[in-house]
């Protein structure tokens, strides 16, 4: 189970940390992600943290803004999005699934959180 949260209300340029904490699965041995949907457009991924050591995999036009990380520790992996633009308003969800590739289709993951509501104003 993943549990999303860390979403709010911002004005563009301001930074929000997501945070997605997950149960019953030792997230260390998980592909995660975080993918955005935007009203009326389709589910695009953001990022992606793989297995140990952590590589990390982002979108290019988030790369340099987003930064994703993992606390294995507390099981959680976060999104650290900077410098907000409000094309970056959507939904956030984050996903993991079993693997060691970069999965970029929604369909491709297995365990989903409930979204969270970024929305950033001019």
């Known amino acids: 189970q993943l549990q999303a949260s860390g979403g709010g209300r911002v004005q563009a340029g301001d930074s929000l940390r997501l945070s997605c904490v997950v149960s019953?699965?030792?997230?260390?041995?998980?592909?995660v992600s975080w993918f955005r949907q935007a009203p009326g457009k389709e589910r695009e991924i953001v990022a992606t943290?793989?297995?140990?050591?952590?590589?990390?995999c982002y979108d290019f036009f988030m790369r340099g803004r987003f930064a994703i990380s993992r606390d294995n520790d507390l099981n959680t992996v976060y999104l650290l999005m900077n410098n907000l633009k409000p094309e970056d308003t959507a939904v956030y969800y984050c996903?993991?699934?079993?693997?060691?590739?970069?999965?970029?289709?929604?369909?491709?993951?297995?365990?989903w959180g409930q979204g969270t509501q970024v929305t950033v104003s001019s």
């Open positions: 019953g699965h030792n997230i260390s041995r998980y592909v």
């Open positions: 996903a993991a699934r079993d693997g060691e590739n970069h999965y970029v289709d929604p369909y491709e993951y297995e365990y």
């Open positions: 943290i793989f297995r140990a050591p952590s590589a990390q």
